[in-house]
């Protein structure tokens, strides 16, 4: 994804970088989700979970959400 450098390699990290890198509408395309969902579903949920407030971080300071994530699930 293009992460800076002081990416600290964590969830929150994560929604730090994708909150900077999501100005304009992004689409984060997770292929092979049914195969993630039901062997990593807690990694698949945590995707889901820190996009969706990425999104609400956004809303509380008046922008529009802009993070947009498809699974083929």
């Known amino acids: 994804m293009n992460f800076p450098d002081y990416y600290g390699e964590n969830m929150n990290a994560w929604i730090d970088c994708v909150d900077e890198l999501t ?12 195969y993630l969902k039901e062997n990593e579903p807690e ?13 609400y971080r956004k809303i509380e ?9 498809a699974t083929d699930y």
């Open 61 to 69: 300071v008046g922008e529009k959400p802009n993070l947009i994530i």
């Open 43 to 55: 990694l698949f949920n945590a995707i889901l979970e820190c996009g969706a407030f990425v999104n």
């Open 23 to 34: 100005d304009e509408p992004t689409i984060l395309q997770i292929d092979n989700g049914k």
